[in-house]
C-alpha cells in the first residue's frame, strides 16, 4: 500500500548534538517529497523539499535532508540542533499520480534537553 | 507579502451546531487545499480547489462537510451538525499554478463539547 513512514515517535537529543529523523516511502514512482516543521499551537512550516536533481537538499534553520532512491528515503539531518528545534516534524509527499495532495507521515516530536 | 490566514483561530461549538471556517490564501495563489489534523488520524487531506476547476472532494469525511471558494480567493469549510469527533485542527494552504509546495496557515482549532 502507498504510505509514508516516520518510524519515530519521539526523538529527544541534547542541545548541540546532531540529529536525523527517518522518512520511508512506499510508491511505485519516486514522489515530491516535503519536510514542514509544527511548533505548538502553529501551523506548518517548509522546511525543504525535494523534487528531481541533487539528492542533498538545504533548507532553512540548518536542516539539510538527503533522498535516496535505493532505500525510499528521505531523512532529515542537522549537525547541531538548538533548543528552538524542540517541535514536531512531518514528512510528506505529493505521488506523481496525485499531482497535489500532500500524503503526511505521522510526524516525529523533538524534545532538546538543556 | 502576507501568508495564509485563517479565522477563527478557535472555535468552541456545541455538539449539533454549524460551523464555518474561514480561509484567506496567498494573493496569486490559484490552488487552495483544506486539511484536518486530529490525534487519531494524524494529518488528512479534505478538499482541493484549483482556479474554476470543479474541486476535488474525495477527502470530506461526510456529507456534514462542505466547502465553497469565491472568487478564486477565500474558501469556507462548513460543518454541519458537529459531532465530537469533528474536534481537529483545520488547517487550510494554498500553492502558486506552477508550483507543487503547499503553504500552511496557522490552523483553526475546533472543539465540540
Known amino acids: 500500500a502507498q504510505s509514508v513512514t516516520q518510524p519515530d515517535i519521539h526523538i529527544t537529543v541534547s542541545e548541540g548534538a546532531s540529529l536525523e529523523l527517518r522518512c520511508n516511502y512506499s510508491?511505485?514512482?519516486?514522489?515530491?517529497l516535503f519536510w514542514y516543521v509544527q511548533s505548538p499551537g502553529q501551523g506548518l512550516q517548509l522546511l525543504l523539499k525535494y523534487f528531481s536533481g541533487d539528492t542533498l537538499v538545504q533548507g532553512i534553520k540548518g536542516f539539510e535532508a538527503e533522498f535516496k532512491r535505493s532505500q525510499s528515503s528521505f531523512n532529515l539531518r542537522k549537525p547541531s540542533v538548538h533548543w528552538s528545534d524542540a517541535a514536531e516534524y512531518f514528512c510528506?509527499?505529493?505521488?506523481?499520480?496525485?499531482?497535489?495532495?500532500?500524503?503526511f507521515g505521522s510526524g516525529t516530536r523533538l524534545l532538546v534537553r538543556p | 507579502g502576507a501568508g495564509v490566514s485563517q479565522s477563527p483561530s478557535n472555535k468552541v461549538t456545541e455538539k449539533g451546531k454549524d460551523v464555518e471556517l474561514r480561509c484567506d490564501p496567498i494573493?496569486?495563489?490559484?490552488?487552495l487545499y483544506w486539511y484536518r489534523q486530529s490525534l487519531g488520524q494524524g494529518l488528512e487531506f479534505l478538499i482541493y480547489f484549483q482556479g474554476n476547476s470543479a474541486p476535488d472532494k474525495s477527502g470530506l469525511p461526510s456529507d456534514r462537510f462542505s466547502a465553497e471558494r469565491t472568487g478564486g480567493s477565500v474558501s469556507t469549510l462548513t460543518i454541519q451538525r458537529t459531532q465530537q469527533e469533528d474536534s481537529a485542527v483545520y488547517l487550510c494552504?494554498?500553492?502558486?499554478?506552477?508550483?507543487?509546495?503547499?503553504?500552511f496557515g496557522p490552523g483553526t482549532r475546533l472543539l465540540v463539547l
Open positions: 494552504a494554498s500553492s502558486s499554478l506552477l508550483s507543487e509546495t503547499q503553504y
Open positions: 510508491y511505485g514512482a519516486t514522489p515530491y
Open positions: 494573493s496569486g495563489h490559484t490552488a
Open positions: 510528506a509527499v505529493v505521488p506523481m499520480d496525485s499531482s497535489y495532495k500532500l500524503i
